[in-house]
């Protein structure tokens, strides 16, 4: 409709243009001339009507005058579940005249999906019209002062990308470096991070946060860049010399996006209690946030034990224990013997045994000593296969020049990949 919309107005200078005997270079757009009268006769106006809290969609459509349109009978390939209709959906209204009831009604069902109501004459014709969205790759980079999320909300304005995307953003970013950062208490002032990651932008204009594709950080000094890879399985990220960035122990186990915003500082101002024979690392989170196992592994015990209140213990190779303490809860199947796999979630946080507050108190031992998890060395990541080593060369050369590009902003797509390219 916009297109229509756009040609009419062309038409219309064009015929001005005309008429004082100028001859415009877009003269030679011919028109057909049922769609300027179409559009010239239209005096539609677009109503815009949120589904409120507690409301069902009759409600909404009795408010805009409409009883006739049933909804229960829905095709179920169509995204729009009358039941499950969550508060803040937009429906748009069309009516030919401002005082006529609405002909077209359209909803967002989901980022990829409009449905349409379109009125015939006795009845609602429903039609689903798919939403494309262009991929184009943006760069970002500055200091990591304080928090990830922060470093990263203070290069990226709201109409760049809104503050949830930039949370999904940070999440993303802390979740490739999960085997090497924590992202809650290894931050140090002169740390910095650039990286690369694809925008999704609809033809309505909106925008989404895609994925990243390649990032570096610099921590404490140290480098560590990671590329994006999907040689036909899971996409891993990968450093430069193809080495995979996991390892056999997650740094925190529990999830950086579960983690209060408060406690990133905790650093600078511990907000628990540490004792001089304290031998592990504190995580404050509400109760309930899920405890992931830091490592492939074998329960050794799951039950009450002293101060540690509900504790987990786990056993890894190479006479490696972990424990998880204060739990509100066990995961089910977690009890002594059984397996567990790495990023699984085994318990729930909370505050049983000694505890001041909800926290996971967690503990990694190396033959009964414990060491400081996030210190411990883990050796290098699994290398790239060979079968992929050409093209994962190809593809990080490709990603280095943008993760270089100055200056930080939108870059030219150099990924070679127009796939999704979407012209206007
Ligand atoms: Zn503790």
């Known amino acids: 409709m916009r297109g229509l919309r756009l040609a009419g107005g062309l038409f219309v200078m064009a015929s001005a243009a005309v008429a004082l005997g100028v001859r415009p270079p877009w003269r030679q757009v011919e028109l057909p001339v049922a769609e300027v009268i179409e559009v010239v006769a239209d005096m539609s106006t677009e109503v815009f009507d949120t589904l409120r ?12 005058g409409i009883l006739d349109l049933d909804l229960t009978r829905l095709d179920p390939a169509i995204a729009l579940d009358p039941r499950r209709l969550r508060s803040g959906l937009v429906f748009s209204f069309r009516r030919p005249a401002p005082d006529s009831s609405p002909t077209r009604i359209s909803v967002r069902a989901t980022p990829e999906q409009r449905v349409v109501f379109q009125r015939a004459s006795d009845r609602w014709d429903t039609a689903v019209e798919s939403i494309h969205w262009r991929t184009e790759p943006f760069r970002i980079e500055g200091g990591i002062d304080n928090s990830l999320y922060e470093a990263i909300d203070a290069q990226v304005s709201d109409d760049q990308l809104d503050p949830g995307q930039r949370q999904r953003l940070a999440w993303d970013l802390a979740d490739i470096y999960a085997w090497q950062v924590d992202f809650t208490r290894d931050i140090q002032t002169g740390d ?16 989404r946060f895609g994925r990243v594709l390649a990032s570096d950080l610099t921590m404490s ?21 193809g080495k995979s960035l996991r390892r056999a122990f997650l740094r925190a186990p529990v999830q950086f996006r579960r983690i209060s915003s408060t406690f990133a500082r905790a650093r600078r101002h511990p907000v628990l209690g540490i004792t001089r024979r304290h031998q592990g690392t504190d995580y404050a989170a509400s109760p309930g946030t899920p405890v992931m196992a830091a490592g492939d592994g074998v329960v050794l015990r799951a039950g009450r034990v002293g101060g540690y209140g509900n504790l987990i213990e786990l056993r890894h190779r190479n006479g490696i224990t972990t424990r998880y303490g204060h739990l509100r809860g066990f995961a089910r199947g977690v009890r002594s013997g059984a397996r567990v796999s790495q990023g699984q979630t085994i318990g729930y946080v909370g505050s049983t045994g000694v505890a001041s507050g909800p926290h996971l108190h967690y503990e990694f031992r190396v033959n009964g000593v414990a060491k400081d998890a996030r210190r411990v060395e883990l050796g290098n990541g699994a290398p790239i296969g060979e079968r992929d080593r050409e093209a994962f060369e190809r593809q990080r050369d490709r990603l280095k020049e943008l993760l270089d590009a100055p200056p930080p902003g939108a870059i030219a797509q150099a990924t070679g990949d127009t796939r999704d390219r979407w012209l206007p």
Request: without cysteine.
């Open 221 to 241: 000094g140290k480098n560590l860049t990671a590329f994006r890879y999907e040689g036909g399985g899971r996409p891993t990220f990968y450093d430069a010399d």
């Open 53 to 64: 809290s507690g409301e069902t969609l009759s409600e909404l459509l009795a408010r805009q």
């Open 192 to 207: 910095q991070f650039r990286v690369v990651f694809d925008r999704l932008i609809s033809e309505d204009g909106e925008i």
